[in-house]
């Protein structure tokens, strides 16, 4: 049998490709005036709902731009019986960081 898509995941583990999506977003009126704006505006020709898509989507699309970026460390995958230990690394103070700078 031939499988299209990736590699098969028997146990249902997690990959950056299986995550779900909370249904309680098609009920959120961004969610509606961002979809809205799309189809009616960009794609139907309207220009009431291009403006309505550039005030909806114009704080999205800064969030996204400006935002912080998660860094990925290592997607590798545990057996049965592995342990996974996550540890946050202590933030640099003030001054730390000004002597850093001063180094570069």
Do not use: C
Request: proline fraction near 8%; hydrophobic fraction near 40%; charged fraction near 25%.
């Amino acid at each position: 049998m031939a499988h299209r898509g990736g590699q098969l995941n028997p146990l249902n583990q997690f990959t950056p490709y299986n995550t779900t999506v909370n249904p309680f977003r098609l009920l959120n009126p961004f969610f509606v005036l961002r979809r809205n704006a799309i189809y009616r505006g960009l794609f139907g020709g309207s220009k009431r709902w291009l403006v309505v898509g550039a005030i909806v989507w114009t704080p999205r699309l800064l969030r996204r731009a400006m935002g912080r970026h998660p860094e990925r460390v290592s997607i590798d995958p545990m057996a049965i019986g592995h342990v996974l230990r996550i540890e946050l690394l202590p933030q640099d103070t003030k001054l730390e960081r000004k002597v850093y700078r001063r180094t570069k």
